[in-house]
């Protein structure tokens, strides 16, 4: 019989699991970096440190809605490897893809709270969430043709990345063309779609997206 | 069977775990990026170094004090984790909510290593551990009402944490009040109540709570 | 019975995967630091920031260089625990200094980022490559010879490592070899192949190593 | 019946192995930040910078010495952690205490690497190790004690570690102590006797141990 590397490589799901839980972990944890404290040298009394606290506040807000992205998208993910058995090598690959579009996220984040009323870093980091999204949506295109899924779960689980998937980017998109306003309307907007999903949709229209 | 993506979402106990796992160890360890290695221009001799060892020394205080919380903290989700047979969508966002306020930590050590003598700086260090105990309580109340407990357990579960979060809550809240005199009692006693619980409660009063 | 530490020491298959994991995550993440937000003082309007995030895009071939070539190892480490039953506490040191050379990435990366036109840093990165494909191989030897492997694979091991790292470590060389004309040959023709790899050989003569 | 959460909390075994490997790992990784890349205003040809790589040169020894040493003690932290079958609260806090001496070790090297001629960095770099080796003795005696060893494990455990670590601590303070010499001789000493451990003792008489 021959052996081909690519019929044997990248086949454990498992492993791919702790590799994405450590990527999301590690991308979660290092948003916490772009919270700087405040220098020493500019801080005389209780008053300063107040005002510097308060200076560094608008970076709490990018700070929580990267968390919400990273939790959407780590629940999203998690989601669609319980529809299988296995992976392969190629399903691998396009989830290192998407693990490389999570590990950015720190950067995105940085710059949109660097320059939040530039709207070139609003789109940077709505960019990333296309990219989130589209790499989950393909994944699952994928895992369905390729056969990934368990016993009868195919049409299970395009019902529900397909609609949801699509939604979702639509709101980001329509959120992101807020800008032409002003860069606080899409944050708002955006943070708004994101604790919609997170609390699960209250929106009726959206309820079983 | 209509098929909806929040009765499927984020139901793995094994991932959450995982990823738990992933931001308190990347946590405790983003610490210690907050023990500053003295700069080389300003040492020339071994009592230089020697003296700018000594002047870190309160940080090593405060990175202590925060392993603690993280220890404290990830051994009460383990603990609580370890009640449940499975979890489920809006469980799992409680705890992403929690880990989000577990990412702070080094920040809000950070902050308060920097500005020891800073009342501000205390109450927002005090802040971060009302939040970690609110998320603990309020993910265990969910998950009773939710059933979301192993056969039975839900009445054990109950006490543990209730008594355990209120006390423990009480005594930091206490402790920050200390800061009226001086933030170094407040750290002394928040480091003491913190010895205990790792110790295991031997002060009498506490010891089954 | 005599009972010898190095006997017992390092056996866990399981430890050995998460170690790997966490390290691949964590080199993996740290890639993203290498992408410095600009400097909010030298920006004014859009276009100036316009201009500063295409003066990083050099880098992001850089990361995305970096993310294939962690993610090409790591799924050829996992494929390679995934012929074991066991490991020893010899192997698991072999592993442990792949994963030491895995940790270095990212400073080659960054070297590579810094100084993308001179051949030193071009050629620490292709020693960086050499050391990883060889801490695999010898891996592999290490792993047959000590009888690690799954009854009657030893066979079908050797077959899928052997061809596989010389082949691609041969690439890499002449790779390396094209910065005698130019660094960006080199990095070009190293993506090529890379890319080949990931999207599974479609280059005939490549397709079944 | 009473219910305390000193007997429930803290008794996963997997979650511990988990958190310590996530520890590990980013400990390991964290070490590489100590390898700064030049800065670029200073390098004008590739002679300047084959010279910048030169002077870093040094950073790359303490690099491979942490390397090891976190790898000697993973090893050793996992090996005793195979001998049980559960753990308790009170093991669980000794590991953690474990894990911020492990987490420290980056500190210890960025200090050393940067002070490599000064004794206090070599002593603080030895008490490391002290603290490192004396951690998981205790942590061994604890268990043993408390009867969380597997069925008829415990003289094994204890044979296995007593003298090891009793042994490998003894040849440590030799090394230290070399440094009323010469740091470079401490530093040179300390890496034989890991490369001993890390080959398998050589060494006749410490091939036993």
């Known amino acids: 019989m021959r052996f081909v ?7 454990s799901l498992d492993r791919l699991s702790a590799l994405s839980d450590g990527v999301f972990a590690f991308a979660m944890t ?3 970096l772009d919270l700087h404290v405040p220098r020493v040298d500019g801080i005389h009394s209780e008053h300063d440190l107040w005002l510097a606290l308060l200076a560094i ?3 709490f807000t990018t ?3 990267s968390f919400m992205t990273l ?3 780590w629940v999203g993910q998690q989601t669609q490897l319980s529809f299988y058995d296995r992976v392969n090598r190629n399903y691998t690959w396009i989830q290192i893809g998407f693990l490389a579009v999570v590990a950015i996220v720190p950067f995105s984040t940085a710059l949109l709270s660097e320059f939040i009323t530039y709207r070139i870093a609003l789109l940077v980091y709505w960019f990333n969430l296309l990219l989130l999204g589209s790499a989950l949506f393909f994944g699952m295109a994928y895992a369905i043709r390729a056969g990934l899924t368990k016993e009868g779960m195919s049409d299970q689980l395009r019902t529900l990345f397909a609609r949801r998937v699509l939604v979702s980017q639509g709101l980001y998109a329509f959120g992101a063309l807020l800008c032409i306003f002003n860069t606080y309307w899409s944050i708002g907007f955006i943070i708004l779609v994101q604790l919609n999903y997170l609390l699960a949709p209250k929106i009726p229209v959206l309820r079983d997206v």
Do not use: E, K, Q
């Open 63 to 65: 700070y929580l809605m």
């Open 71 to 73: 939790g959407i998208f």
């Open 30 to 32: 290092l948003l916490v």
């Open 5 to 11: 590397y690519n019929d044997v490589a990248g086949s």
């Open 57 to 59: 506040w608008p970076r």
